[in-house]
């Protein structure tokens, strides 16, 4: 996977998270109480993880384009397991 598609695959992941974000704040604002204790528990999960996938953009950001594929074969485990994690919250939720 060459570092543009992990790029690619990461701001996909962060424009997702941000859609996600957007829905449980309307629903912690406009929900009922039950939606609105539902919200706040996505809320938080959702903070760290698109503080993680901030993270990621900005090491790829860091990575030079002469890197070894040790940084990259890192950071290509680090998404993987991202989308995951996300994936199994939005499958479960």
Avoid at 38 to 53: C, H
């Amino acid at each position: 996977m060459a570092l543009e598609h992990i790029r690619h695959e990461v701001s996909e992941m962060l424009s997702d998270v941000n859609l996600q974000l957007a829905d449980a704040e309307r629903r912690l604002s406009n929900g009922t109480l039950s939606q609105k204790v539902d919200a706040a528990g996505e809320l938080a999960f959702l903070r760290t993880q698109k503080d993680m996938v901030e993270t990621r953009l900005k090491q790829l950001d860091a990575v030079p384009a002469s890197a070894s594929e040790t940084p990259l074969r890192w950071l290509k485990e680090e998404v993987f397991n991202l989308k995951l994690r996300l994936e199994s919250w939005i499958a479960g939720g």
